[in-house]
């Protein structure tokens, strides 16, 4: 099958890396990635929506949020495999988060539809709330007191081969699917909708289409997202947590998958990295620092950091570039 | 079946009190190529886009091969046959000439998501297809050296060519193509009735032309409807038309009698 | 230009350096000191300070200063685990003063437990808290006593048959003290005429507190935090409600009279210790704390205190400072004297204490009565 | 029914609140189509100023007209200030870049000033000044309607009536007509847009001054994350009644506060947020430009 050639090779050297870090690094450094792997799912999936297909949502979270209390539910109260096999388990579980969004997804698709730029991107941030308000009242699930003792990975090494499995799926389906009809459909959609429609794309239906699979990998993102930090309540899902999908999707660059990587790295990872300066100066700036970061670099390169460039493409452009001098 | 192509019946749009096409009635028979004309303000865009489903009439009924679009949405128009181009051209600017073109091919896509992801041979067969379909067409309008070029780099002339080339990927019964010579000098206005000739006779495809440019029009059209102020004032052969009472009035205004 | 600033942002992952000197006992703290709950944060912490001045200044433990590393948490649940990974693995701290709110203490914990370090909470009320596992314990006492507390007073003290309750759902401290009350209250025959909620943050509570009007209740409990309650009780006596308004610890702060002024006055909340109480330790405590920062100090500031005292004691008294022998030595702690009262640990390592309940009457709290369980 | 018609009052009280923060965004999107996600925060910056005026003055004790005077005018220009420089900073540079890079750096501004303040003021809250007494102008029953009320009803039915002269009646609103519609053309007819650009930020932050002191006097609490929640209501607000239009963010406001109140006094406090969004969602799928926007067809 030459199609899974690529994917797994990836994967291969994601689990090298794996190893490296399982022996490089303490603890600390290894949730960081834990997380940098949840962040980049959450910045993969929404590039679909804001990026490719050029719709803006701001509810995000909600979806997360959905798939986060799917797994954890699931795994503290439904057991039908020996917990040898949990890793399977988890992964079914992971899949049922990704539908349940994916639903959310649809209905959430459906109505807003018909409205464009800060109208949908309001009415995505309503439904993110109302899951969050939701999620708030539900005792069944907790409300302000979350669940806790959500059964995890018992070693790092599998959280992260987990976690390298479902960024590959993801990446290696928004990719392909970007560069097959449909991806056109929603880059056409993107470019111009009146267009598009009389050259007989169905616009909604690929607006629709894009919300559940940007939706479906949130689901799984939320899922890693309860595995990793074992309690979640619903002040973890906050309209913030949208916004930092957003940034994360244009920081990187709109409409390109290693920008939405890369960024996802420089997310996590910045705020934690600024935490020594915190011994320096004694008071804790990180934010400041952050929050600077980010409007220099929407004014320094409005375009994100990779632009809507892929790394192939830099890649290819450098090498000829120094092939050629 | 009778050759009627496509049928305006008694079309009519409203906005608020406006008329701005009061029940307005035409045929275009098949393999025809009608230009629909009349002064600024006339209601040619209107019946346009009423033809492609931007506009729902408030009245009347758009027929194509006898079938009803009523109700219909512009894609799913499209998808029965009947392709556009713009006034002012709206080509998907950020994405490639050869982009452009196989956007307007996914309504023959057979290939599901699983083929996407499992680039199964149906998918790759499917898509090399459409890719050498793209091309062809490209070549026919020699902008097979453009395609990978973005579509904002090509000169206007040839923008305007791709929007057809696009619209023809759809692989249309009728084409309409709405003020194509506009902004255009006299040689490109001359490439562009070379490049409709070449449509009708390679495709046998019905046109609808519309048209300030009246050299043009009265040129290469068969027949032509004539509007002013929303209603049909005049339709026949252009030796019928150039001579109406009625036409020049509407255009030159009436004499002053002294 | 552009160069350099992405190359400064890449080269800052690089800084994570850790200075840890070899005579320095490393005790890690995390606690929020952004975001919403920072004034509670910032209290805990002054405590803690204190209390490693004191101990440092008598020697330290074992012949060793005691060195505080405190990271914030910004109020978030992934901040905190992420905090206290670092604490353990990064500045390899021997144990940690956990969080004030439930929720992060409940995120952070489970960690401490897996790595074997010990984890003391000074303030953490949810009962789920130090079910993380044997590493984890708590110098307060729980939700469900202190919601009976405030029962028995509401039932007893004043007579009180019909009680409203006005909770903040989005928080669980909150919310477990209101369930705590109601079912409590409930079986002492009392009636719960009405439980409405409203979210931290907020500043209008007039819908709320217009229908609680209209059941007329003897008494309202708001087991908030003293942020929302000064306003509450403002809006309260604006429309005219009579009624005591209860709360919890949560209402300790001398903010909550300058926020809430002359309304305030006159409403009691439970509490872990009340600064009129003649007892040595707590005018020791409070002229020290007033000496380092010129500000009376709150339960948080106390509860702060005292975990920093319980947890050197501990150590102090272990054979030698591994996580286990810290462990135990906490478990065995028995009515030590501290400045909320006499703490014992019971085996579920929560703190069997007494509370007191007071009286607001402006900037100082009357004594009322104390609680024992 | 009294209690109904307290609730009426609490709501329309409340909804006034949130009319003063929507017409600073209304303005400045109405401009720039650009939502300043950092509005509520200069509302915030602006109560900070007030208390730290009126502790330098030594006045946070002594309530009357002159206090209130010298904290609005104080509020005032000290938002107006900071609003031009925001815009002068942080969003020229970025006039014609995508939408999506002005959010983020209006989001980032709104995080520095934030957690600015938090560094600056300190993150525990703070009391506002006593600005004026607060009295009962007319009751019956157990029903009252106290001065504040009415004065910040007043205040944003005043700010709406002088926005729309100003916008509509005056020849800088002319021109901010002329950029919020072709920046570009306007400058060839004689309209510098950036200094419109400027004043309408001055506009805008100085009305968020006034909510800040008005604010501050009902609810005398102010803490540097208090512009998070009463800003989304208010942005929300102006989006219901048609982003863009003054008479729409007052009419939005006023919906968004009477249906909280109703919600919580008629229905459960608990899914308050819920069911205000709930009813947003709904009229911006039946209104998809909102109860006064204009739904603008796309020329084809």
Redesign the interface.
């Known amino acids: 099958m030459r199609a899974l050639k690529n994917p797994l090779i990836s994967l291969a050297a994601a689990l090298l890396f794996g190893v490296a870090v399982q022996f490089g690094f303490n603890e600390y450094i290894q949730l960081l990635v834990l997380f940098v792997s949840v962040n980049c799912l959450m910045a993969m999936s929404l590039n679909l929506v804001n990026g490719y297909t050029g719709q803006f949502s701001l509810g995000h979270a909600g979806f997360m949020a959905i798939g986060a209390y799917f797994t954890a539910y699931a795994s503290l109260h439904w057991s039908f495999l020996p917990p040898s096999l949990s890793a399977l388990t988890f992964f079914i579980y992971a899949i049922g988060s990704g539908l349940l969004a994916a639903l959310a997804g649809f209905l959430v698709g459906l109505p807003s539809l018909r409205l464009k730029g800060d109208y949908l991107a309001i009415v995505t941030l309503g439904f993110g709330e109302i899951i969050r308000v939701a999620l708030l009242n539900m005792d069944f699930l907790g409300g302000p007191r979350g669940l806790a003792n959500i059964p995890g990975f018992d070693s790092f090494y599998m959280s992260y081969a987990f976690a390298m499995l479902w960024i590959l799926i993801c990446f290696f389906t928004i990719w392909r699917v970007m560069k097959s009809s449909y991806g056109r459909g929603f880059l056409s959609v993107r470019e111009d909708e009146i267009a598009a429609e009389a050259t007989g794309i169905n616009t909604t239906g690929m607006k629709v289409r894009a919300f559940v699979l940007s939706s479906f990998f949130a689901g799984v993102a939320g899922a890693l997202f309860a595995h990793y930090t074992n309690f979640i309540n619903p002040s973890s899902f906050t309209f913030l947590q949208s916004v930092n999908a957003v940034i994360m999707v244009v920081l990187g660059g709109m409409g390109s998958m290693s920008g939405s990587i890369a960024a996802a790295i420089i997310v996590t990872v910045l705020p934690e990295a600024l935490r020594p300066l915190q011994d320096l100066t004694g008071i804790d700036l990180r934010m400041v620092i952050y929050s600077l970061a980010l409007i220099l670099v929407m004014i320094l390169r409005p375009k994100g950091i990779f632009g809507e460039l892929e790394i192939t493409d830099i890649w290819r452009k450098y090498v000829r570039r120094s092939a050629r001098s | 079946m009778s050759d009627v192509l496509l049928e305006a019946k008694k079309i009519t749009m409203q906005f608020g009190g406006l008329k701005a096409v009061d029940s307005v009635e035409f045929q275009i028979k098949k393999g025809q190529l009608a230009g629909l004309i009349g002064p600024n303000g006339a209601g040619k865009t209107t019946v346009f886009n009423m033809l492609t489903g931007v506009y729902q009439p408030t009245h009347g009924e758009v027929m194509l091969e006898g079938k009803s679009l009523k109700g219909l949405r512009p894609y799913q128009i499209s998808h029965r046959g009947i392709a556009r181009t713009f006034q002012n051209i709206r080509l998907f600017k950020g994405l490639t000439v050869l982009e452009n073109v196989l956007i307007a091919t996914h309504q023959h896509v057979n290939y599901g998501l699983m083929d996407t992801l499992l680039q199964t041979r149906k998918f790759i067969e499917t898509e090399k297809a459409l890719e050498e379909k793209a091309m062809a067409l490209l070549e026919i309008f020699s902008l097979q050296s453009k395609a990978h070029e973005p579509a904002s780099s090509l000169p206007y002339g040839q923008q305007r060519k791709l929007e057809i080339v696009r619209a023809l990927a759809t692989d249309p019964k009728i084409i309409l193509l709405d003020e194509p010579a506009a902004g255009m000098n006299h040689s490109e206005t001359h490439g562009l009735m070379e490049t409709i000739a070449k449509i009708r006779e390679q495709f046998n495809l019905t046109v609808l032309l519309i048209e300030h440019d009246m050299k043009l029009v009265m040129g290469i059209c068969e027949n032509i409807v004539v509007l002013d102020h929303g209603v049909k004032i005049e339709e026949g052969s252009p030796k019928h038309i150039q001579n109406s009472k009625r036409v020049i009035e509407a255009y030159l205004g009436v004499e002053e009698t002294l | 230009m552009k160069r350099l600033f992405i190359a400064l942002l890449m080269v800052l992952p690089l800084l994570a350096s850790c200075t840890k000197k070899d005579n320095e006992i490393t005790i890690g703290e995390y606690d929020s000191l952004t975001g919403s709950d920072a004034t509670f944060g910032l209290s805990t912490n002054k405590g803690v300070r204190l209390a490693f001045d004191e101990i440092n200044a008598a020697g330290g433990v074992k012949g060793k200063k005691l060195a505080l590393i405190t990271l914030d948490d910004q109020g978030k649940n992934e901040e905190a685990a992420a905090a206290v990974t670092r604490l353990i693995t990064q500045n390899k701290v021997t144990a940690i003063i956990g969080g004030v709110a439930s929720g992060r203490s409940k995120a952070a914990a489970p960690i401490a437990q897996a790595k074997g370090v010990p984890f003391v909470s000074p303030s953490s009320t949810n009962p789920d808290v130090t079910k993380a596992g044997d590493y984890v314990f708590r110098v307060c006492f729980i939700d469900p006593f202190q919601g009976s507390v405030m029962a028995k007073f509401a039932q007893e003290n004043l007579k009180a048959k019909k009680v409203a309750i006005l909770r903040d759902v989005k928080n669980d401290y909150s919310v477990g003290l209101a369930d705590a009350f109601a079912t409590d209250f409930k079986k002492r025959g009392g009636e719960i005429v009405t439980d409405v909620s409203y979210q931290a943050g907020d500043i209008d509570f007039k819908a709320q507190l217009t229908q609680i009007r209209s059941k007329n209740p003897d008494a309202i409990y708001v087991p908030g935090y003293y942020t929302e309650v000064g306003l509450i009780a403002q809006q309260a006596r604006q429309l005219g409600i009579k009624a005591p308004l209860m709360g919890g610890d949560g209402w300790d702060s001398d903010k909550l009279s300058e926020i809430g002024k002359e309304a305030i006055n006159g409403n009691y909340y439970s509490n872990h210790y009340t600064v009129e109480s003649t007892d040595p330790a707590v005018t020791e405590f409070i002229k020290k704390f007033k000496a380092k920062y010129n500000e009376t100090p709150d339960a948080l500031a106390a509860l702060g205190y005292d975990a920093a005292k319980i947890l050197a004691a501990a150590m102090e008294r272990a054979p030698d400072l591994s996580g286990k022998s810290i462990r135990d030595e906490l478990a065995k702690t028995k009515d030590f004297p501290a400045v909320t009262g006499k703490i014992t640990l019971n085996e579920n390592r929560d703190a069997v204490k007494s509370a007191v309940v007071v009286q607001v009457e402006g900037q100082n709290r009357k004594y009322i009565t104390t609680v024992s369980p | 029914m009294q ?1 109904f018609v ?2 009426l009052i ?2 329309i ?2 909804g006034s609140i949130y009319a003063l923060i929507a017409l600073g965004y209304t303005m400045v ?1 109405g401009i720039l189509k650009m ?1 300043n996600f950092a509005h509520s925060d200069v509302y915030m910056v602006g109560a900070f100023a007030s208390y730290y005026v009126a502790r330098a003055f030594g006045i946070e004790a002594h309530p009357g007209v002159g206090t209130l005077a010298i904290l609005l005018i104080s509020s005032m220009v000290c938002c107006s200030l900071l609003g031009v420089v925001i815009e002068r900073l ?1 969003y020229r ?2 006039r014609n ?9 209006a ?6 000033l ?3 303040s ?2 600056v003021f300190g ?3 703070k ?1 506002f000044p006593e600005v004026m007494k ?1 009295f009962v102008i007319f009751s019956f029953g ?1 029903v ?1 309607l ?1 001065s504040f009320d009415v004065t910040v009803l007043g205040v944003s039915i005043l700010a709406m009536i002088g926005l729309q002269f100003l916008i509509y009646k005056t020849k800088v609103g002319k021109a901010m007509r002329a950029v919020s519609s072709n920046a570009s053309v306007a400058s060839l007819m004689g309209v510098n847009p950036d200094k419109i650009i400027a004043f309408t930020f001055i506009v805008g932050s100085a009305l968020a001054g006034v909510g800040s002191v008005l ?1 501050g006097m009902k ?3 102010i ?1 540097p ?2 512009g ?3 800003g ?1 209501k208010a942005f ?1 607000a102006a ?1 219901l009644g048609g ?1 863009g239009n003054v008479r729409g963010a007052v009419l939005g406001a006023l919906i968004m506060g009477l249906s ?3 919600v ?2 008629y229905m459960s ?6 069911l205000a ?2 009813i ?2 709904a009229i ?2 039946f209104k ?3 109860l006064l926007g204009k739904y603008s067809v ?1 020329k ?1």
């Open positions: 209690d307290q609730h609490n709501g009280s409340l999107y939502i942080a540079p970025l870049s995508p939408k999506l890079n002005i959010l983020i750096t989001i980032g501004v709104s995080l520095f934030e957690y600015g938090q560094v993150a525990d809250p009391v607060d157990n009252e106290k604010v609810y005398p609490k803490d994350l208090m998070m929640m009463i989304m929300v989006v982003i909280e109140e109703m919580v006094a406090s608990t899914y308050r947020d819920a969004f709930s947003l969602i911006l799928i998809p430009a909102g796309e084809v």
